[in-house]
């Protein structure tokens, strides 16, 4: 499992940036209408978060400069991990279980479908999350922000798609937390996805938020995908078809691995993709 913390999430009074939100929303918004007008004007639109994205501080130095390192993919496999469905436990889908007593917060129901461009389902996908408690807090030791753990929720897990390209995972609503971008700068609530295909060489990483965030506005790392098609589709949808009674809300998000409507990933590269790693917090 990917490491379960985002090390932009350590804040300290004296590494946090001068920069005010308004200053990052004013430079938010300066590029989008830039982005809108271009498009208007017969530019193509843009479907990858941009690799250079001045609000978000980091993807200005950290962003790939030169082609990637290619290896033999068929090497790589043979020293490579493998997993089936003996090596992954349907209870590893349910992070509210995994301890002596109940997680706090919100507990829900994230759910959906892997497929390709074409809308084919893809079965025995493994699907990994990872996320922060109902406090906004990873359990990791460089993560020193001063809300509390919650001795029964670790926030990994992970499951792998059914025939029909199905997921679903059992956990508790992340809480947003800070990090170092600007002054008094707020991650909106997320959770971390990897999907790693039938090999490892083939990983995926994402994230998924959650419907009306107000936050959204404000984070420099969801504003870098400036198209506002593309943002959304990393958005899920409450589904209260999804929601148990007296037990859970429910929310649901498929995820599209090719074609014009797929989900964004990190491993998206081109002339506008964005690295997303600020100091290790992944999008």
């Known amino acids: 499992m990917e490491e379960s913390f985002d090390h932009a999430h350590v804040v300290t009074s004296s590494d946090s940036a001068t920069s005010t939100q308004n200053e990052m929303t004013a430079q938010i918004e300066a590029l989008h209408r830039a982005y809108r007008e271009g498009v208007a004007a017969g530019a193509r639109v843009e479907d990858k978060p941009r690799i250079d994205f001045a609000p978000y501080r980091s993807s200005v130095l950290r962003h790939p400069t030169k082609d990637l390192r290619h290896a033999d993919p068929e090497t790589i496999e043979l020293t490579s991990p493998a997993f089936g469905t003996r090596d992954v436990h349907p209870l590893e889908a349910d992070l509210t279980i995994q301890h002596g007593g109940e997680p706090i917060g919100e507990r829900m129901i994230v759910t959906g479908r892997v497929v390709d461009g074409s809308g084919r389902p893809l079965a025995g996908q493994l699907v990994e999350i990872w996320q922060a408690n109902a406090s906004g807090r990873y359990v990791h030791k460089r993560d020193q922000h001063p809300a509390p753990l919650d001795p029964n929720f670790s926030g990994v897990g992970r499951c792998l798609t059914d025939a029909d390209g199905n997921y679903s995972f059992t956990t508790i609503r992340p809480g947003p937390y800070p990090w170092k971008n600007h002054h008094n700068a707020w991650r909106p609530a997320h959770i971390h996805f990897s999907l790693f ?14 419907p ?44 599209v691995l090719s074609g014009r409507g797929r989900t964004l990933f990190e491993n ?13 917090d992944h999008r």
């Open 212 to 255: 009306g965030d107000p936050l959204f506005p404000l984070d420099p790392i969801y504003q870098a995908i400036v198209d506002e098609d593309a943002r959304r589709r990393l958005v899920a949808t409450y589904d209260h078809d999804v929601t148990r009674h007296e037990w859970c809300t429910g929310y649901r998000w498929d995820i």
């Open 197 to 210: 295909g039938t090999a490892f060489t083939q990983r995926l990483v994402t994230q998924m938020y959650f």
């Open 268 to 280: 998206d590269l081109g002339a506008d993709h964005d690295d997303d790693h600020e100091n290790g």
